[in-house]
């Protein structure tokens, strides 16, 4: 019984099973460094508002330096029947200072200390996480820089549409991580705000003051109310899906990655060092780090479920479904975070093969529309031309050749009643460069746009 917080209203002790079930401390004992922070904070207010002596406070934050040197040893005593991060601290606090340590908890609940320490510890992964998706962009934007007017072809359905530019391409990716920056720094201001004072549930009679732990601790704005406060995990909630979104849009890159580093496409080859190979087929070099993200994902996705029917069911207002919460968002900064490290380095080490890309672009009749778009120029109703031209294809198709390799006199055959509309400058708008460059509208894949847009997104980064 000896060590348990509530032990004189019980008369049995929990069994080893029980203990191990309702423990957490191998788990929270990862927010021992904000969990000593925010009791700082909360005993620097208790003593400014005379409830614990100055004598008091100066012996918890000697204590609690020691307990930070022990930790950071590794040579501190985590204990299961201590149950959790909090309350092994305590013990340890109470061990070495005596009734000052048993006067930290005074107007406090572990109900809105935990909520306070997941929202610290929060915001500061949420930080390092922003750092990291500025890092991935600009590591894009510098490989982006290098192949403003490299072409390949655009896939739509995975069958070759129209060429587009490969920093283009790679831009579509900045643009899908800079709103993952965006969404995140939102959530942040939500994660920001103080939920001690909360107590319990229903608040302290202590004359606190929340608002000088608001300011100790750098926390925006209190909790508005104490049952909300202690209660809800929406924030771990908004986070995870937006870590979900961040996932999604680098699986989708990994799919690319994979598909155009298999020898078929060709278009890229990853460095040695983020690729395995096989125990028994000796050639292989596999794309491991793209295919784990895309994998890893899965993980995000079903932590946020876990997270949403975590609460779903809860009642006002503590309940310790809570404590389950935990797991499913460490894993979600884990696999954010190692993700988006891993990514920013293996960009860097991507080897480019334009003529591979070009060579692709040059197949599936890519500037198609191209053509048509000439027509509609010299006066042809747009379906006309559309037609026409898939006559023309037609007719290459059944060739094996591409539309470049029809004569113009083969070319006028596709527009029997107006064969006089097309003339010879009709073959520099079948050239990839042609097509692209003509795309030249902001958002548009022509190379003088992709700096511009190169331009403002290293803007942006700043
Ligand atoms: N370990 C608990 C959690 O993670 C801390 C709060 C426990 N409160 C309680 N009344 N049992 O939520």
């Known amino acids: 019984k000896k060590g348990e917080a509530w032990s004189a209203r019980f008369s049995e002790p929990l069994s080893e099973l029980v203990q191990r079930y309702t423990s957490s401390v191998f788990v929270d004992k990862r927010l021992a460094f904000v969990d000593i922070e925010a009791s700082l904070a909360h005993a620097t207010m208790l003593a400014e508002c005379a409830i614990i002596s100055l004598d008091d406070l100066n012996q918890i934050k000697h204590g609690m330096a020691q307990i930070r040197d022990e930790i950071e040893r590794g040579e501190f005593n985590w204990q299961l029947i201590l149950e959790d991060v909090h309350l092994n601290i305590e013990a340890r606090l109470t061990t070495l200072i005596g009734d000052a340590g048993k006067r930290l908890h005074t107007g406090r609940s572990r109900n809105d200390q935990i909520a306070t320490d997941m929202r610290l510890w929060l915001r500061g992964e949420i930080d390092h996480i922003h750092t990291l998706l500025i890092e991935l962009r600009r590591v894009l934007i510098d490989l982006a820089q290098h192949h403003v007017a490299t072409i390949l072809p655009g896939f739509t359905h995975l069958q070759v549409a129209q060429p587009v530019t490969f920093g283009h391409h790679l831009l579509a990716y900045v643009e899908m991580l800079a709103r993952d920056s965006e969404r995140l720094l939102d959530c942040r201001k939500r994660v920001n705000h103080l939920p001690l004072g909360a107590a319990a549930l229903a608040g302290t009679s202590y004359p606190i003051d929340r608002q000088r732990v608001a300011d100790l601790l750098g926390f925006d704005k209190l909790c508005a109310n104490s049952l909300d406060a202690v209660s809800d995990r929406d924030f771990t909630i908004e986070f995870t899906a937006a870590a979900a ?201 022509a190379p003088e746009q992709v700096q511009l847009a190169l331009n403002a997104a290293r803007e942006a980064l700043k």
């Open 245 to 445: 979104l961040i996932m999604t849009h680098l699986s989708r890159f990994s799919e690319e990655l994979v598909l155009w580093m298999s020898p078929r496409v060709g278009f890229i080859d990853l460095a040695d060092r983020f690729c395995t190979g096989s125990s028994i087929m000796p050639q292989k070099k596999n794309p491991d780090i793209p295919e784990l993200a895309r994998g890893k994902t899965g993980r995000v996705n079903g932590n946020l479920i876990a997270l949403l029917t975590l609460v779903k069911g809860q009642p006002l207002a503590y309940n310790k479904d809570n404590q389950e919460d935990k797991e499913p968002l460490f894993d979600t900064v884990d696999t954010v975070t190692d993700t988006l490290r891993i990514f920013a380095d293996m960009v860097s080490g991507i080897e480019v093969k334009p003529a591979a890309m070009r060579a692709a672009a040059l197949q599936g009749y890519a500037t198609a529309t191209d053509l048509a778009d000439y027509l509609v120029k010299r006066g042809v109703p747009f379906r006309d031309a559309h037609e026409a031209v898939a006559h023309a294809v037609r007719v290459c198709v059944e060739r094996d050749c591409n539309l470049t390799d029809l004569t113009l006199d083969e070319l006028r055959a596709i527009l029997p009643e107006n064969a006089s509309l097309i003339e010879p400058e009709v073959f520099s708008y079948l050239t990839l460069e042609g097509s692209v460059a003509s795309r030249r509208h902001p958002g548009g894949t």
